[in-house]
């Protein structure tokens, strides 16, 4: 039997200027083979790096197919929650099985970054890997408001993302040669947009993985004033 899609957008999911990946099962295990899940490492270098700890609420944006959501709610425990969203129904669509199989409780919806369907100050950690190279400059800028704005007061925002070579000669070769949006979009700009957006002790640097970057934010605890 076939299903009737009345509305094609809903299949394809909303419309963003981002880059969306509409993930097949294929798609996702050669991501996975690429260095960034095969034994779960990488997802959880990004989450001990952003100190999630029982009861947190978290909130993983540009999820995918939610391997760095699940890992973050086995460190949120039961007391805590972790919700993952992405503009793609495909990728969303693998999260939700992969949520039901581990059985820990991770909520998958898609959602666009720049409409975060949150109220105000809802969690305490925001995470992101490997979504912002996907985004125009205003849509990041966007994206960055809402995040502040679902953040609690004291909440963290921590991306990784790929970083350039630091050797100025490959670097020029990488941007030269590759078409990738990687290479569009240096992950060194980000932590300038974060303070604009009104983050405070924002900070960048390396992490364990050589091809990624760490950069983060707190929304701060009290208004300030400027
Ligand atoms: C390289 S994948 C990273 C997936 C996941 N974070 C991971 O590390 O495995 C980038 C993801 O960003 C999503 N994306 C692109 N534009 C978006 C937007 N405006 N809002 C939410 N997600 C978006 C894509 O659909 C894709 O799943």
Redesign the pocket.
């Known amino acids: 039997m076939h299903t009737m899609h009345r509305d094609p957008q809903a299949k394809r ?1 909303p419309e ?8 097949t099962p294929q798609h996702d295990i050669f ?1 996975r083979l690429m260095g ?2 095969v034994d779960g490492s990488n ?1 959880r270098m990004v989450v001990e790096m952003a100190k999630i700890k029982p009861g947190d609420k978290v909130l ?9 959501t699940l890992t973050a709610k086995k460190y949120a425990g039961a007391s805590g929650s972790a919700h993952g ?4 129904p495909e ?1 969303i669509a693998i999260a939700r099985k992969k949520a039901e199989r581990s059985g820990d409780g991770a909520v998958f919806d898609v ?4 409409k975060l369907a949150y109220p105000d100050a809802t969690f305490d950690v925001v995470i ?4 912002i190279h ?2 125009p400059d205003e ?1 990041k800028r966007q ?1 960055f408001k809402e995040i502040y704005r679902v953040l609690k007061p004291g909440g963290l925002f921590f991306l990784v993302d790929f970083k350039p070579p630091s050797n100025p000669v490959l670097a020029h070769v990488f941007f030269a040669l590759s078409h990738h949006r990687m290479t569009h979009s240096n992950v060194w700009g980000l932590a300038p947009m974060l303070t604009e957006t009104g983050f405070v002790a924002v900070a960048s640097g390396p992490t364990r993985s050589a091809l990624l970057a760490f950069v983060s934010g707190k929304k701060p605890t009290a208004l300030v004033l400027t």
């Open positions: 999911g963003t200027t981002g880059a969306v990946i509409h993930w991501v960034l899940g997802s993983d944006v540009g999820c995918g197919t939610g391997d760095l969203i992405d503009a793609s990728g959602g666009l970054i720049e992101s890997r490997l979504v996907h985004l849509l994206g």
